[in-house]
């Protein structure tokens, strides 16, 4: 509904302020389906595009997976956005984002019309194409192998096909389904608020599972991703310049005075009231551009794991 919603402002727009026609005119949300959009993932500013095919009663969208690949959002659980082709032509002009800093963030000023998959993330071209497991791959998992290894038992990938005519379109499933929407229509890892919560959620679900060694996802998880982060927030942190909040100056050492040292005006003697030449300095407090916060966010975590 809040596209239609949607449709309806950019309408007006094209209308009141571009004196143009309207080009959705629409009153429901199946009048959308058919209707191109874009796809783009939070931090970046290269979108996707995309079509509309229908829809789910779930907290998130249906798609391929070279369009979620490409856009840089995997099935991890993160956050992406949606929003429509006329949408993103018409609001997303420089002439109308900030000129500060982060201001050309989540704005698709690149749009991706064709998708190469020789270009796209390594996870995406590991997805199966076979519509059924041959009884090699399930007597070859007795011998527990890698997933690179069972590609040999008898599973096709989308590797296999790049090159080929079929590496876009004709990948198989395992099993139908008569409502996509009949899964989980949110991800919890979404209603968890601290990374710590949502750590311990996953290990949890390591409890439960089989072929999960939680000693073996506590090791490659502090070693892997917390230590690695950590070292290069320590790094950022002890490189980092300082800034003034009072007229945006940045320094890439802090000056011994310890406050802002910017001219920001000059008068000559015969301007000023002394009759001497006078330098206004900004004299503002310095404030760090990376948190100490960054550093330590995960002390807690590791200790507990």
């Given amino acids: 509904d809040h596209l239609v919603q949607a449709t309806k402002y950019i309408d007006d727009l094209l209308v009141r302020m571009y004196g143009d026609k309207s080009f959705y005119n629409v009153d429901s949300p199946e009048d959308l389906i058919g209707h191109l959009g874009m796809g783009i993932a939070p931090h970046t500013s290269g979108s996707i595009v995309c079509r509309i095919i229908g829809f789910a009663r779930v907290k998130g969208h249906y798609g391929h997976p070279f369009f979620h690949a490409a856009k840089r959002r995997n099935c991890d659980g993160d956050i992406d956005a949606f929003l429509l082709l006329v949408d993103g032509l018409l609001n997303f002009s420089r002439a109308f984002l900030p000129s500060h800093r982060g201001g050309l963030m989540d704005a698709p000023l690149i749009l991706t ?20 497991y041959p009884v090699s791959f399930y007597e070859g998992t007795q011998e527990f192998p890698s997933a690179k290894e069972a590609v040999g038992l008898g599973v096709e990938i989308v590797e296999s096909r790049l090159g080929s005519p079929a590496e876009l379109s004709g990948f198989g499933f395992t099993h139908d389904s008569d409502d996509c929407s009949g899964g989980p229509e949110n991800n919890p890892y979404t209603e968890l608020e601290s990374m710590k919560q949502k750590t311990m959620a996953q290990f949890a679900l390591g409890e439960l599972l089989y072929s999960v060694d939680n000693k073996v996802q506590a090791s490659k998880l502090i070693d892997r991703h917390l230590i690695r982060d950590m070292r290069g927030n320590l790094r950022a942190f002890g490189q980092q310049s300082v800034r003034c909040p009072r007229c945006g ?9 310890g406050t802002c040292r910017t001219v920001l005006s000059e ?3 015969d301007e000023s009231v002394t009759g001497e030449d006078e330098i206004v300095m900004c004299d503002g407090n310095l404030i760090l551009t990376v948190s100490h916060g960054s550093v330590k966010k995960y002390n807690g975590l590791m200790e507990e794991l």
């Fill in 113 to 132: 019309m064709k998708i190469n998959p020789s270009e796209i993330d390594k996870e995406a071209l590991n997805v199966e194409t076979v519509n059924r």
């Fill in 249 to 257: 100056a940045k320094y890439r050492r802090p000056p011994i005075s």
């Fill in 267 to 269: 008068k000559a003697h």
